[in-house]
């Protein structure tokens, strides 16, 4: 049997709650199947460590990450008590940089048992490329004179070598998928780095002449979610673009609260962090209702992730079980709590 | 009687269809009025005029509009025939910079008779101030090296000035509608214009303690806009965070082809630009069924800028009974020809 050594980062806030949560469904999933098993080791790192140490995490933190064969976060960030420039910016983005976790994906999905906000939701089911190492994060900038004469300045930065990656990475994606990659750019308003986009995605497309591609603005994209989600497939995006659709991604399954997302680096010499698209949510902490679906979902993509796809198809469908009985958080319009809607998947799980 | 002199430019596509119909609603609204009437002088700028003369409007183009009490434009771009960065910057975006029309406002607003995408839209009714004139539409970037060593930058450049402009406004716009405004940020991403961005909210924001102020990253807000849109008043963003939140604003009242816009001159000393969200849709463009709705309520918010909001709003109300009796072109399920939506308009307007 195969033993996956994996450290768990709970972090803030609902943090703390949904990932203990998710760990025992991860735990049911990996018994039944008998091929593997994990053995979970906890860091206690976040805002509450920062607050003791002045430090997010110690300063080998990411030397001991590296032990590890994957990383399982859970949410970073208590603005009222940290800035989150030193939150996030001191571990997750920190690990997703050093770990060079250049690629994020997160999917979406009308789940069965669950209405959309949508009126017609159809049957979407896409994913998003988020490249995730540079762009309009590459926290590159500064600022010139004082009072009226001040100026702020942001420079966003695409290397080839990114940009193709995420490119490349999401085409593989299409290519397994259903044949259909959407680029999102802004070329016609943001005129050097969206057209440098552009020009690669056109490039590297010539290498998959049988996949359908297109390219929209993000304005109209971001519309396109609202108005046909079910017309994409593959949605490639830089950093700040595939931010903005991964939220909106979350908002038409009907919560951020169920989205997942992964970090990965695809290279493999660093494990990867699976992370879902939600916030610690300080407003609902500690009160057992925060909705422990993104985190558990965020397994599921663990899992596949690890090579075994059908456990994570279990897991999903025992989600999509779970809600079509009704048992939902709050956030959901349901009334269930954080521990209901967890034993209602492991329960579905055999 | 009160004459204003309105520059046209029907531009590119279904412009040259909605522009005509809008001017029709716009005479017999000033005529029902009495008080003033239109002087249409209509400048056939835009592909058509690049594809013969090698430009997108004379050189004395700027010069002839500033003679103009205001503009209206449909929309521009054709870009199987002229590349955008030619035709939008040669046409719309020139004329934003060089009349320093540095305002961009967007309403959306639930309209009665029109069904949203969303299952539970509530009664949604704000404002978004879109910084237009600097941000992240700098225009100033550059590429180094070629090949894998390829590097493409970005500049976005945040102002004092321009920022604190767009902000105030917000706030003065705020003020006269529900007291409430919503600031579009991503400092936790972007760390050098957003922290900016928020220094100069908050800084403004003490001028009016009576305005309940929030800050929302712009992945969360664009969600917000599908999960509680009803909870917003004024939202004020930078130039991209702006585009994107107004399409969305379109996509959830049903249709882009419906958005209006102003891209406002707000000093006075050059005239204002009223041009619709939606672009040239050339797809569909020349077959007389293109939605003249967006194109007539951006008319509307003219003749409000001009100061007859009374008969802005009777205008808005032909729209909602034309809605009403399911009138309406395809873009939003209707079967409605451009003709007759705009004939069922005409005849509301009493
Ligand atoms: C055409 C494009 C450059 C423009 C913009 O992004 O400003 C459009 O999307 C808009 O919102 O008016
Ligand atoms: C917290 C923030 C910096 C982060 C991001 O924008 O990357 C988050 O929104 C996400 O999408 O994981």
Redesign the interface.
Known sequence: MKTYRIAVIPGDGIGKEVVPAAIEVLNKAAALDGRFQFEWTTFPWGCDYYIETGKMMPDDGIELLKQYDQIFLGAV?MPELVP??IS??GLL?KIRREMQQSINIRPAKLLQGL??????PHHFDFIVVRENSEG??A?????LHS???????????????GTERAIRYAFELAQSRRQHITSAT????????????DEVFAQIGKEYPAIAQTSNH???L???L??KPESFDVIVAS??FG??L???G???MGS?GIAPAANLNIEGQYPSMFEPVHGSAPDIAGQGIANPIGQIWTGKMMIDFLGYPEVGTQILNAIETAFAQGIKTPDLGGTATLREVTDAVLHELT
């Open positions: 960030g989150d420039h996030l910016w983005i209405p959309s906000p949508l009126r017609q309009e994060y926290d590159i900038g500064g600022r009072g009226q004469e001040e100026v702020a300045i942001q420079n966003a930065v695409f290397t080839r070598k802004k070329s016609n308003g943001i005129t050097h780095s969206m057209p440098f986009w993000i304005d109209a971001a519309a396109f609202v108005m950093n700040l931010d903005i991964t939220d909106l979350g908002a038409i951020i």
